[in-house]
Nanobody
């Protein structure tokens, strides 16, 4: 059974940093595309960053490139999102997703950027 659990959200001031974690179980990383998405209040869920299946090359949305870094630790079954230089517009619930023949989602973790 595939499970994804996000953690690490919180409240941070503009310019600050947070590191999100997504711990997964029930599958091996290889063969799955792994992604971070976010959803701000009143907006649609948007893609943030990802690894394609069988690839170690990260991909980023233009809005976060240069500020966010996606990484993973296969030994710990965990994917990370290091978020630096945070802006108020980064405020959202952040979700991790695993996708192969279908999509699997975590429950989300709230990130609030506010002074």
């Amino acid at each position: 059974q595939v499970q994804l659990v996000e953690s690490g959200g919180g409240v941070v001031q503009p310019g600050g940093s947070l590191r999100l974690s997504c711990t997964y179980s029930g599958f091996t990383f290889s063969g799955y595309a792994m992604s971070w998405y976010r959803q701000a209040p009143g907006k649609e869920r948007e893609w943030v960053a990802s690894f394609s299946a069988y690839s170690t090359v990260p991909n980023y949305a233009n809005s976060v490139r240069g500020r966010f870094t996606i990484s993973r630790d296969n030994a710990k079954n965990t994917m990370y999102l290091q978020m630096n230089s945070l802006k108020p517009e980064d405020t959202a619930v952040y979700y991790c997703q695993a996708r192969r023949d279908r999509e699997y989602w975590g429950q989300g973790t709230q990130v609030t950027v506010s002074s």
